[in-house]
């Protein structure tokens, strides 16, 4: 390969999300092992913070001359990953991750898509330019064999469409893991909720009353129990609701740098998640997990049908939480031997690296051209 090849990311970076900054956190490890030599510019709502975080370049994602910038300069866009390509709230976010691979098109730039999901509840006309957008591009990889279906149904060309794991089961290779790694008498329980719209809020409150009790009843045992809002702004007022009806059995952990999220997850003994990347996380950690299955129309069901397809843990609906069935599910799973959940994620992770191998390896022969 001659010469740095300057690769742009669009996705949403900086936003002090921790899923969406593990993914970040993974996309630009994968480049750099299969690109060494690439220079990487990330488009991010915080780009000082996202430069800082991750040791790249970085411009403001809203901001369309930055943007066109970064591209006229760049060889090959990636957007990616997870679930950017949807219209639940606003079709706005959509457009404007298909418009920015429209510039980059135009402007005779590389574009691959990495890990994304391409849902068929996507309203007509979003899914047709979804569809359009992407067989217009150098490679797509999607994280759902739904999604990948529903391309290949399209007429999206086989040797241009893969299947890969969502980038934050890799996470298990990031240099400074080993490192994290501390001794401790003590276990550690983790919490990872998400905060409800105010539609919601009779399950909220159910949910709250469950897992509160659930966490006292672990008061008087030799345990620590940290609770992390993984979206600080949207899981932050829950976060501190839960702390404060559990009577003080939880520590908030209010996380600046993500390499401080993974930090607790390596030291943990399970995961207690309604986020999908928490549970994600825990899985490729090798941590025994308990998945809460939020309400459909919360998330799409999106947690539902990527974490089961793709993560083994134990799963409970939202609605279904019993504080004494839980303490005894956490119970059970803190007194096994952890190294089966170990042999389980470096099983699952051997076959699942397959598909981004293939991905990475054909994206730098692109840039080979």
């Known amino acids: 390969m001659r010469g740095t090849k300057k690769i742009a990311i669009s996705g949403y970076y900086g936003t002090h999300n921790a899923g969406d900054e593990l993914i970040c956190a993974s996309l630009t490890m994968m480049i750099r092992h299969y690109i060494p030599d690439a220079s990487i510019t990330v488009f991010s709502a915080d780009p000082r913070r996202t430069s800082s ?52 098109r135009l402007l005779g730039k590389i574009t691959v898509i990495y890990a994304v999901d391409v849902s068929p509840e996507l309203k007509s006309l979003n899914r047709r330019l979804v569809v359009w957008i992407c067989s217009r591009t150098h490679m797509v990889s999607v994280r759902t064999e739904q999604s990948r279906a529903l391309l290949a149904e399209s007429g999206m060309p086989k040797e241009r469409l893969h299947r890969v794991c969502d980038p934050v089961f890799l996470c298990n290779e990031f240099p400074a893991i080993h490192s994290e790694q501390t001794a401790s008498s003590r276990k550690k329980i983790i919490w990872v909720i998400r905060e409800y719209p105010r539609r919601f809020a009779d399950t909220r409150s159910t949910l709250m009353d469950a897992l509160s009790n659930t966490c006292r009843l672990w008061a008087q045992k030799p345990v620590d129990q940290i609770l992390i809002p993984f979206h600080a702004v949207e899981d932050g007022r829950l976060a501190e609701d839960l702390e404060k009806q559990s009577n003080g059995c939880l520590s908030l952990c209010t996380w600046e740098s993500i390499h401080s999220v ?10 207690i998640s309604s986020r999908l990347h928490g549970l994600i996380l825990a899985c490729a950690l090798g941590k025994p997990c308990v998945g809460i299955i939020p309400d459909a129309r919360v998330d799409g069901g999106k947690m539902k049908q990527i974490s089961r397809e793709n993560t083994a843990g134990i799963f409970i609906e939202d609605r279904d939480i019993e504080p004494q069935k839980l303490y005894e599910v956490i119970d059970t799973l803190l007194n096994e031997d952890q190294s089966r959940y170990r042999q389980s994620r470096d099983q699952y992770i051997r076959s699942a690296k397959t598909g981004c191998e293939q991905f990475w390896n054909a994206t730098a022969q692109l840039l080979n051209r």
């Not at 993974?262 to 995961?271: G, I, N, P, T």
């Open 262 to 271: 993974v930090a607790e997850v390596v030291s943990a003994h399970v995961v």
């Open 53 to 104: 975080m991750y040791n790249v370049a970085s411009v403001q994602r809203k901001n369309p001359f930055a943007i066109l910038g970064a591209l006229r300069t760049t060889d090959m866009l990636v957007t990616g990953g997870g679930g950017i390509f949807q219209d639940v709230t606003s079709s706005l976010s959509l457009y404007y991750y298909l418009l920015v691979i429209c510039c980059a």
